[in-house]
Nanobody, 130 residues
Framework: EVQLQASGGGLVQAGGSPRLSCAASGFTLDDYAIGWFRQAPGKEREEVSCISSSDASTTYADSVKGRFTISSDYAKNMVFLQMNSLKPEDTAVYYC???????????????????????WGQGTQVTVSS
């Protein structure tokens, strides 16, 4: 069975630095581009960051650039999102997703679109208190 399991969320204070994990089972992450998305209450889900196995390229939304870092450990079939300097506006459910496309050959409108991701994790809640 193909599964993505996101974990690592919780209640953190502003300025905190949690790390989210995304573990895959039933398929190999290094065949996919892996994205982190988030959905805040009352808002649409948005892409936060993406990493490609083929060349280790990464992308970040402007809102998290310089604060979040995406990384991978393909030996463990896992991808991580290190979040630093958290702000209350980072409060959201965070999802990891896998899409079989080349990140380096994809424009922003492609890799930020949910429809291009084949598998989704269940989401992990991150709540940032001020």
């Amino acid at each position: 069975e193909v599964q993505l399991q996101a974990s690592g969320g919780g209640l953190v204070q502003a300025g905190g630095s949690p790390r989210l994990s995304c573990a895959a089972s039933g398929f190999t992450l290094d065949d996919y581009a892996i994205g982190w998305f988030r959905q805040a209450p009352g808002k649409e889900r948005e892409e936060v960051s993406c990493i490609s196995s083929s060349d280790a390229s990464t992308t970040y939304a402007d809102s998290v650039k310089g604060r979040f870092t995406i990384s991978s450990d393909y030996a463990k079939n896992m991808v991580f999102l290190q979040m630093n300097s958290l702000k209350p506006e980072d409060t959201a459910v965070y999802y990891c997703a896998a899409g079989k496309f080349s990140l380096v050959n994809s424009g922003k409108s492609y890799y930020t679109h949910e429809a291009h991701y084949d598998y989704w994790g269940q989401g992990t809640q991150v709540t940032v208190s001020s």
